[in-house]
């Protein structure tokens, strides 16, 4: 149970009410493409992250944009920031943010083989660049790129790349220890870091 309370939609002035609903079509280009998000939408759609944020209104609406600005201007291949996204959330042990991420890395293209991998961190069946992609990944939340790794990304990816994934994973581990520190719920039974369900 969290350990702070979630606020309700109608309890917040109406002008900022919206930031509390998932708005799939604003968060996803296409978002007839992404079958697994539409399915695993929460039911009613506000999640808890909202409710939380909902403490503070204009910090919500702040979250929501910028989540939006990263996700629609950094040029990264959606692949790639699944890939990296999903090896944070496992590094973190973030259930809430692993949850709600696996549908979308499905969509992406990953296989739930690949997302298990992930989980044991078990890189060597990715091909050599996108293990590389995951062990930044994982380094950068135990703080712990040196200059030889960021060497080696710097020959596949170029600075601006750089910044936006580095920057990407620093706001997810904001998130996730946020969530961690406040015991966050999940809407739905946690999928598991093996994804039994699937």
């Known amino acids: 149970m969290a350990r702070v309370s979630y606020v309700d939609r109608e309890s917040v ?28 939408n929460v039911a009613g759609g506000s999640r808890n992250i909202y409710r939380l944020f909902g403490h503070h209104p204009e910090f919500l609406r702040s979250h929501r944009e910028h989540l939006s600005l990263m996700w629609e201007t950094f040029d990264f291949d959606p692949r790639e920031r699944e890939l990296a996204l999903m090896a944070g959330a496992s590094e973190m042990r973030s259930e809430y943010e692993w949850q ?58 170029d600075d601006a790349a750089l910044v936006a994934l580095s920057t990407l994973l620093g706001f997810y581990v904001f998130l996730g220890f946020t969530l961690d520190a406040l015991d966050v719920d999940l809407e739905d039974p946690f999928v598991g870091w093996d994804l039994s369900v699937f």
């Open 13 to 40: 002035p109406e002008e900022y009410r919206e930031q509390f609903d998932t708005h799939l079509e604003i968060s996803l280009p296409d978002v007839a493409a992404y079958e697994n998000v539409q399915e695993t």
């Open 100 to 157: 709600h991420h696996v549908p979308v890395a499905l969509d992406e293209g990953l296989t739930v083989e690949e997302l298990r991998a992930i989980s044991a961190g078990t890189f060597d069946v990715f091909d050599p660049e996108e293990a590389l992609l995951l062990e930044y990944a994982t380094r950068f939340v135990r703080r712990d790129v040196d200059d030889d790794l960021h060497q080696r990304m710097a020959e596949h990816y």
